[in-house]
Structure formats: C-alpha cells, structure tokens
Antibody
Framework: EVQLVQSGAEVRKPGESLKISCQGS????????IGWVRQMPGKGLEYIGI????????RYSPSLQGRVTISVDKSTSTAFLQWSSLKASDTAMYYCVRPSSAYDFLLSELDYWGQGTLVTVSS | QSVLTQPPSVSGAPGQRVTISCTGS?????????VHWYQQLPGSAPKLLIYVNNNRPSGVPDRFSGSKSGTSASLAISGLQAEDEADYFC???????????FGGGTKLTVL
C-alpha cells in the first residue's frame, strides 16, 4: 500500500527556520516525483514545487521560488520542505503529493497525498 | 484568487443531483490539459475523486462523474448522500505558470 506520512504540526516565530518531512512507502520512491502543495486557512490549494526523488531535478512555483527549498533523502525515502526565515504568511497546512505518472508528472493526477503538516508562524 | 474558478458553495437534498463547475482559460483547459477532481472531507487531506476529466479511481462510486469542454469542466454527483458533504477541488496544469493550478474549492452541503 502506497503511503506518504508527514511530520507533525509545528509552531515557529517569524524569522525562524523550519524543515518538515514526508516519508514514502509501498512503492519505489526514486522512480517518482514528489510535490508540495499548501492550503492557507480557509483557502484553496496552491502549488509550491516538485522534485524527482531519484535525480533531485526540481521545479518551483514562480511565486514561491526563493522562499522554500525542496530536498530528498533517498536512503530513507523522505522528502523535505524547508524555510530559512519564516513569515506569518507561511501559516498553512502543507501536503506532500505524488503525481501518478513519472513522465507526465505535471500533467497527471495526484494519486497519493500525505496527511498534512500544519505550520503556524506567530510571534 | 485561484486560477481555476469554482462556486464557493452548492447544496442539494439527499437523492438529488448537483453539479460543480470549474472555469479555466486558454493556458490550462484551453491548451487541452486535463482536469482532475479531489474530495476533501472535514479534517482530512484531499483524495483523488476523478482523473483525466472523467475517470474514477477504484473505490469511487459511479455516482461521481466528470466532464470537460473547451475552457470549462464540471463534476456531477447524483443520488446525493450525507457522506458526500465535503469540499471539492478541481486541478490542472497551466502553461503560463508552469505548474499545477487549483480551483478555490466548492463546499457541498447535503440538506
């Protein structure tokens, strides 16, 4: 059974750093891309970026590039999303997702989702 | 503001049929990119409901159906049940943004 299991909720102050994780299991982790999507309180979903878990090729949303960094650890089948300096506007639920196709990864559906990590940034 | 436009809410009585629209543009639906739909139950992560316009993953009842034409798409739910009460999101790829785009979500209330 394919599963994406994310790390727990986090509370940080503005300016602090943070790294959240998403561990994949039940499939060959390095054969697929893994992406991140956020949902701000009471709002819709927003694309953050995506990385190929095998070769680490990465794409970012133009609106968020430079604000976040996506990485993977192949040895533990884990993807990460990190910030070096959080802002209050980063408060959101963050989901890792797996596109169903390793080739048409930006065109295909997101067939597996993590359970979400709530990030709260408040002074 | 979301790139794909959905109505904020729809409602229907048990047993009725409702539709949720999703309006895009020439850089997503108009560029022949597919639409996918997700169901988000309260307090849960979204779950894939319809993929590639009108396909249901295993386990999704045939009460759910999708369609796409031109720059618009829609999700239809027939035989409404109380358990269908959730938020529904459409999703596609946008050439201009170079990534996934989502609708703002539609809250379905079963009366």
């Amino acid at each position: 059974e394919v599963q994406l299991v994310q790390s727990g909720a986090e509370v940080r102050k503005p300016g602090e750093s943070l790294k959240i994780s998403c561990q994949g299991s039940g499939y060959t982790f390095t054969n697929f891309w893994i992406g991140w999507v956020r949902q701000m309180p009471g709002k819709g979903l927003e694309y953050i970026g995506i990385m190929h878990a095998g070769d680490s090729e990465t794409r970012y949303s133009p609106s968020l590039q430079g604000r976040v960094t996506i990485s993977v650890d192949k040895s533990t089948s884990t993807a990460f999303l990190q910030w070096s300096s959080l802002k209050a506007s980063d408060t959101a639920m963050y989901y890792c997702v797996r596109p169903s196709s390793a080739y048409d990864f930006l065109l295909s559906e997101l067939d597996y989702w993590g359970q979400g990590t709530l990030v709260t940034v408040s002074s | 503001q979301s790139v794909l436009t959905q109505p904020p809410s729809v409602s229907g009585a048990p047993g009725q049929r409702v539709t949720i629209s999703c309006t895009g543009s020439s850089s997503n639906f108009g560029a022949n990119h597919d639409v996918h739909w997700y169901q988000q139950l309260p307090g849960s992560a979204p779950k894939l409901l319809i993929y590639v316009n009108n396909n249901r993953p295993s386990g999704v009842p045939d009460r759910f159906s999708g369609s796409k034409s031109g720059t618009s798409a829609s999700l239809a739910i027939s035989g409404l049940q109380a358990e269908d009460e959730a938020d529904y999101f459409c999703q596609s790829y946008d050439n201009a943004l170079g990534g996934w785009v989502f609708g703002g979500g539609t809250k379905l209330t079963v009366l």
